[in-house]
């Protein structure tokens, strides 16, 4: 019984250490690199969108989910880059009722439905295997941009050091890294910091959200400054968070400060007591607390 268990563990060793060397010498001859191929075979890249397994055939993104992505397409408003529904308007409602910091900024999708899942995932289950389609499709919605802007720095936007360490990771760190890549901008990593835990945003209105980070980025290098710096975050919903980290940057005297996110909320943000956050939960304020809806 011992013999034949012995064997069987033999002949069942020796078939995998056959399978690997087939998987290396085909790894070798098609030109691919064997741990990209093993990690493929281990976390099959999947659709950002759907999350089905894509084949080898298809792109970061399945083609069906991509003819239905909310790109950002037609007039945008000329300060914050959402869409608007007429050209001659030239502001969003947001950007005609409030002033701010930031100089102008672009987005790669809306904030809908979808995107809203994906972006969840994205930061809920750890699926940074889906920033390489993010930092594609930023790199896209920059490019137009690039020549008049002509950053002369790319940064995240920095997250306070408990919360990146109980993620793991800041996505917008991670996504600067990928967009510098693709732009030959350089990263300027750890020039500013966050240095206070602030409260999650979803479900404060503009004037919470703006006391809320009122005061929480710090340069950690004064003595660095550049004329025009592009700021990178995953969601504008106000635009407070850009607002308030491009307060930071033009004290210590930065000119220009300009951003592209991955994606930006339709609603005004006009401090509505409403705030839909990226779970598809809508909450509203009333007297007694928060009321909240699961939508799609
Ligand atoms: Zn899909
Ligand atoms: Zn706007």
Redesign the pocket.
Known sequence: MRIGRKKENETNSRTGRNAGRKLLLTAKKTGIHAGKLLLDLLYPPR?P??D?ILSRREGL??A??EKKLPRVVGPVCMKCGKMIEREEDEYCEDCRKYAHVFTRGTAAFAYTGAMRHSVYRMKAENRRDYLDFYADAMAQALEPYLMRWQPERIIGVPMHWQKKWKRGYNQSELLAKKLAERTEIQIEGSWVSCCKKTKAQKTLNRKEREKNLSGCYILRKPEKCFRSVLIVDDVYTTGSTVDELARTLKKAGVEQVYFVVLCIGKGSGNGKKRVCTEQNVCYTKSESGYFHQRHR
């Open positions: 659709c969108i759907c089905r993104c399945c069906g989910c």
